[in-house]
């Protein structure tokens, strides 16, 4: 065995992958040489390799010939801006790539990628890290199982378990891609976003949900729920919306939002169905919603459906709702069990402190109303038609029915009422209702799994 010190080796050409030959050097304090099955062995101590832009260096390497190297303790690798660290790296002089393991780091000064092992190609300038990966900038932290990592592109690839957490929102998956620039990220498979604003907290379960925050948009598709609740408000206060896919987006201090496929919606007071909603909030609480083909809508005891609903409000409550075409609304007398019904070309709906106050149709307006007598029993009822038709409330009852211009009507007795006494167009389908609890389960579900996946702050 030989063993010499001051070792350089220095501009050496050797041939690489494609034929093209690359210039290195290698620098060591000491070697020795030994043959092992004929083939020669260098072990070196204070290692130093160069090659194009890449500095290599090492307490100890070992180099088995054919460019193929092991350094240890302390490895530290640089190529322009990017610095890997590890405590053992294979690597290979002429295809650039390398495998790492032990205490992985990668920096380029705005980014740190950490995990106990990892393979990395040098001029793919990619990095595949396994057993647990951490990559953590100056906005976010994100976590899984496996990842990649494009120092160039500042692109990251990630699966297992992902968590991605930031000063607006955390987000689990299944996978995620993430590019650092613009922050944008592509969520799949079980998706869980939480997102937070001033005053309002967002819950988003999704199969899939990509992210800009440059541009100021999102979208989640596949069985989406997003659960909306003002952070001053209790749970009962919570606003659901699920849909095929949701697409959302922020611009000059207005919130938009399109649910679009089998659309539901529901909070303590509120329900509705639809094929696709419109809604934008504004900050200054005002808010308004679009509900389209053929929607209906629950408040309390009453239906109401129609062409397209358009729904108005302020700091998360209900001021008016105005129907457009085919106007029908239907309300339940619970102590009757019969159905109140007006129907016109269109409805206005007026709220005071979220309850409902007016239902009003017009022109063509038709409706059956049920009277009871002093002891709530069915006393008779009133089909009419005029212009204009007017329920007024007090709490979730009838107190009023007033008819405008045109006026014409039949009166019948409690016992002349006809059986099939009800006006054309009639759907009553309160078993397709969305109801918040049922909402409220699945989104239990994933606040479980959420608080499960906590970051571990020694990871």
Do not use: C
């Not at 949701?246 to 529901?266: E, L």
């Not at 009453?302 to 409550?317: E, M």
């Amino acid at each position: 065995m030989l063993l010499l010190s001051g070792f350089v080796l220095g501009a050496v050409l050797a041939p690489s992958a494609s034929g093209q030959e690359r210039r290195f050097s290698l620098e060591a304090g000491t070697f020795q040489m030994r043959m092992e099955n004929g083939v020669q062995i260098i072990e070196m101590t204070l290692v130093r390799l160069g090659q194009e832009t890449i500095t290599l260096s090492a307490a100890r390497g070992v180099d088995y010939g054919n460019g193929r190297y092991l350094f240890s303790r302390n490895v530290r690798i640089i190529d322009q801006g990017d610095t890997l660290t590890a405590d053992e790296v294979r690597y290979n002089r002429i295809t650039k790539v390398g495998r790492a393991v032990g205490h992985v780091r990668l920096g380029d000064g705005e980014v740190v990628v950490t995990a106990p092992e990892g393979d990395f190609d040098l001029d793919a300038h990619r990095a595949d890290f396994r057993a647990g990966v951490r990559m953590v900038d100056s906005v976010s932290v994100l976590m899984s199982e496996t990842g990649s990592y494009w120092t160039e592109e500042k692109r990251a690839e990630f699966a297992g378990s992902v968590r991605l957490d930031s000063d607006e929102s955390d987000v689990l998956a299944d996978s995620l891609d993430y590019w650092r620039d613009g922050r944008r990220s592509d969520a799949r498979g079980n998706v869980v976003i939480v997102r937070r604003d001033e005053d309002l907290e967002s819950l988003i379960l999704g199969d899939r949900a990509l992210n800009d925050d440059s541009l100021g948009t999102g979208l989640a598709t596949g069985n989406v729920l997003i659960a909306r609740m003002r952070t001053d408000s209790t749970a009962a206060d919570t606003l659901y919306i699920s849909a095929r896919e949701i697409h959302s987006s922020r611009k000059d201090s207005v919130d938009s939002t399109i649910a679009v496929g089998s659309v539901r919606v529901a909070d303590a007071d509120f329900s509705a169905l639809a094929d696709s909603v419109f809604q934008q909030s504004w900050d200054s609480g005002r808010s308004e919603s679009r509900l389209f083909r053929r929607p209906f809508i629950w408040v309390g005891e009453s239906q109401v459906s129609g062409d397209t609903i358009r729904i108005a409000g302020h700091d998360g409550g209900i001021d008016s709702l105005v129907v457009r075409g085919n106007a029908f609304v239907a309300k339940r007398d619970t102590l009757i069990d019969r159905l109140q019904q007006m129907k016109g070309r269109s409805v206005l709906g007026l709220f005071r402190a979220d309850s409902l106050r007016v239902l009003e149709v017009s022109p063509n307006a038709e409706a059956i109303y049920f009277n009871r007598d002093d002891a709530d029993s069915l006393a008779g009822a009133l089909q009419v038609t005029a212009d204009r038709i007017r329920f007024l409330f007090s709490g979730d009852e009838i107190s009023d029915l007033r008819v405008y211009q045109d006026v014409n009507g039949t009166y019948f007795p409690g016992t002349l009422i006809p059986a099939d006494l009800r006006l054309d167009g009639l759907t009553w389908k309160p078993g397709d209702r969305p109801e918040a609890a049922a909402f409220r389960q699945r989104l239990q579900q994933a606040l479980i799994r959420f608080r499960e996946e906590e970051p571990d702050t020694d990871r």
